[in-house]
């Protein structure tokens, strides 16, 4: 291995990079447009649910309820109905996706039976949303009845803690805002990473063989590690940069906790982009046409990285074939790492496992890259 | 040439090669010596880039050995490499790097130090007239301009021997004349010299001609010794409409054949004295009066013609 070979290259595929501003430009804001689309897109909170609300009683303690069914903040109101079809009419245009039903005679049957019902009717064409809208549903009716308890006791001259009950203290840690964001943004961070990287060397080598420069260039003594290593030093820096800009955005654009440190998250980082350039790179070998070899790049990242590492649908509720599967998908790996650092502070110690995966992974498609490169033209 | 006999450079034997199924070098033996500036000539589709790809090592024979420069190119590939400079058929620098930045590549890439890089690009930018585009980028070159960058690259590490495949397609006169001088220079200083042309007028300047018609060598020697082997004596015949001539006398006894050459014809005749008075009289009785028939010296494109029997592009 010759280091002068291996300068001599990265400075001229610097060069290359920086004299194709448009190429540039798209590998450097490609990510952040990507960073923004999928960071807002894609939240599995679901906040405003809208609602139909049809009061049949209508008084200041049905309003009452409401409003505080409203006031938890995952609900609005939509609609205010006056008739049962208005709900089936409201669903059909897709005004509201649940609708809450106070009978006529609530604030009796409180009143005289100590309980009364709430009706509420869901749209489950949206089975996940139906589910998440239930359950705020159950929390808020739960608080109002917390808050009906107590005005009783206090009407009874009875102090609430007097009243036997068991109270759940949840104690959510790492993400104790229970905001979906913290959990889905370092993830979106590493599919972005992946697919660009990919994407970057995807071409490198296929624009060679394209424009002709392959033919003179593999009839020197040149290696096919040094080939390698001088196409893969720019990219490196360009997927560094991208790398920086995707983590600035999370941390201080979408505001994710960040508790771990800068060290292990620039080596983890440095790393899996190390992986991802190889991976395009591989690709680039071994497809000698730049369109092909950056529709395959996507291809075998964007599905894979989507579906199965983990960023969205959680790992382990994936059938045992298919968790088994997600071993090769790389970016779980990197997934795993950033949540861990961002969001638990954890250090490398801690993230051995994942940093093994990808770093066994370097190795091998390092290997595999360097083997393919032949310096033939057959 | 020294008094010593020159050593064999590069040798090749029984070399062969396919491409999905269809043979386009078949069993080529070649021995060129040091310092030579050999010529394989042949119209397209000869076979001349194949066995320029098979001698730089970028290209496996499927049988047959290659040797250059002692080493067995097809085991060892990458250490004749060391002392090989190819210059593809296509323009193979980098059109987005300058004259100047190419030049350091390629200097780098063979470890040329800085001190003999910028002796020797500074030599070499001279002798090609690229001295004032030295910050140009390659792809805004004019074609013949690319082709002496892409020679001056080929030259920055003093390669031992040099590959040229087809290196004057599309450059102007003078830009070819600078190319050949460069050529001279480098034979003078030992430098094995391999390449391709269509042309015929540049295969005269070769020392010695390998004439390749359909993946293989039919004759090799020196040019003048060609010319000698050409059978039969050569005519030129200029006339207002060389095509009808050529029509006229394509079939005549005597004639082994006819070649048009602009705004004249080449006439292969057995036997020159009697054929002239015969063609005379022919050309008379048929109304031809402008026809001038002169003795002529066989050009490289005639005794192509005639040896391989078949037709050049050019």
Redesign the interface.
Known sequence: M?I??I???A??ET??IW??PRSLAIALLMPLMQMTLLGYGVSLDIKHVPVCVYDQENNQQTRGIIGDIVSSGWFSISRTLTRQVGIRHAMDRGDCIAAIVIPANFSRRLASTGSAPVQAILDATDVNTTNIAIGYLQGAIGEINAGIDAQWAAAHGIQPSQIGQVDLVQSTWFNETLDSRNFIIPGVVAVILALVGAQLTSLTIAREWE???M?????????ALEVMLGKLIPYFVVGLVDAVFCLAAAAWWFKVPFRGSIMTLFVTTALFILVVLDIGYLISVRIRSQLGASQVALLITLLPTTLLSGYTFPIDQMPAPIRALTFIVYPRYYVTILRAIFLKGSGLADLWAPSLGLLIYAVIVIWLAARAFQ???? | MSATAPEITIRTQGVSRSFGGVLAINKVDMAILQGEIFGLVGPDGAGKTTIMRMLAGILAPDSGVISVDGVDVVRDAEVAKRHVSYMPQRFGLYEDLTVKENLFFYGELFSVSRKDRLARSKELLAAAGLQPFQSRLAGQLSGGMKQKLGLVCALIHTPRILLLDEPTTGVDPVSRRDFWAILYNLRESGVTIVLSTAYMDEAERCSRLALLHAGEIRHCDTPERLKQAMPGALLAITSQDPRALRALIADRPGVLGVLLMGDRVHVRVDDPSRRIPELTTLLAAQGVADAVITPAEPGIEDVFVALVGAQTPL
């Open positions: 010759n002068r070979r300068f001599a290259l400075y001229k060069l290359q004299r194709d424009r002709g420069t033919e003179q260039l593999i009839s020197t003594p040149v290696t310096k033939r033209l057959d």
